[in-house]
């Protein structure tokens, strides 16, 4: 999976070195580890010129913002929820909002009792590490996307709408090949991905075809060319199959 999106931004990019590149995901390591080392495949020249943004997805910020919030206000959940909303709108609204965020953690984190405070320090940390991907409010500004959700959503339009009908069971080879066919469709790719595919399922075949008379009986075999990169089917050749009684 890794290397099919690296080569998905390596396809993009050769085309259009001007896009910006989005990197957005959740705090986990592993996923920052591959997205920091991406290879865009550009040549160096052109690779200095691509603007690119790491972002926090906001909404997985927030879950560690509201256990933050519960850990300082753990006795008063009105007071807890209030809170977690101030904080919220600073984090999304305010330029440097996650330094808000940060010195309240750490304002508070001195005063907590012991049993808080390691809670209060684990979110603490988090915010820390992960800062300098959560400038929201330059994010909005420049028209960015600062959550996961319509990727997300591709779950469901791509797989789960077409999958998981009532009744369906599929194999992993049968399935592949659905989704491989249906990714083509919604990402506007159909006909690039027929280049590539036509070469492998298009065979040499035999239709038979019925003779221009009342009986149709009699019949011939008219071969139908194969498709290939270099030419294009006569389309002369495809004919309805005879009704036969």
């Known amino acids: 999976l890794c290397g099919q999106l690296e080569a998905e931004c390596q396809s993009i990019l050769a085309l259009r070195p001007d896009?910006?590149?989005?990197k957005l995901a959740d705090g986990a390591e592993e996923n920052w580890r591959f997205l920091d080392d991406l290879d865009l495949g550009l040549p160096p020249?052109?690779?200095?010129?691509?603007?690119?943004?790491s972002i926090v997805d906001f909404y997985h910020a927030t879950e560690h913002l509201k256990k933050a919030c519960d850990a300082i206000w753990n006795d008063n959940a009105v007071?807890?929820?209030?809170e977690f909303e101030r904080y919220r709108t600073l984090?999304?609204?305010?330029?440097?909002?996650?330094e808000t965020v940060i010195r309240s953690l750490k304002y508070h984190f001195g005063r907590a009792r012991s049993s808080r405070r390691e809670l209060i320090e684990e979110q603490l940390t988090y915010f820390r590490n992960q800062r300098h991907r959560m400038q929201y409010a330059q994010y909005l500004r420049e028209g960015l996307p600062?959550?996961?959700g319509v990727i997300e959503a591709a779950c469901k339009t791509l797989a789960t709408q077409r999958m998981k009908q009532s009744g369906m069971s599929w194999g992993q080879n049968g399935g592949q090949a659905i989704l491989t066919l249906r990714s083509l469709i919604q990402s506007n790719r159909w006909e690039q991905g027929w280049q590539l595919l036509r070469a492998d399922?298009?065979?040499?075949?035999?239709?038979?075809?019925?003779?221009?008379?009342?009986?149709?009986t009699q019949h011939q075999e008219a071969p139908i060319p194969v498709w290939t990169n270099n030419n294009v089917a006569d389309t002369s050749y495809y004919h309805s199959l005879p009704l036969v009684a």
């Not at 896009?19 to 989005?22: A, E, R």
């Not at 007071?79 to 209030?82: D, F, H, I, R, Y």
């Open 19 to 22: 896009l910006k590149v989005v």
């Open 45 to 53: 020249p052109l690779l200095v010129e691509v603007e690119e943004a």
């Open 79 to 82: 007071k807890s929820k209030a």
């Open 91 to 98: 984090l999304k609204e305010e330029d440097n909002g996650v």
């Open 146 to 148: 600062i959550g996961s």
């Open 201 to 216: 399922f298009c065979k040499q075949v035999n239709v038979v075809k019925s003779k221009h008379d009342s009986s149709l």
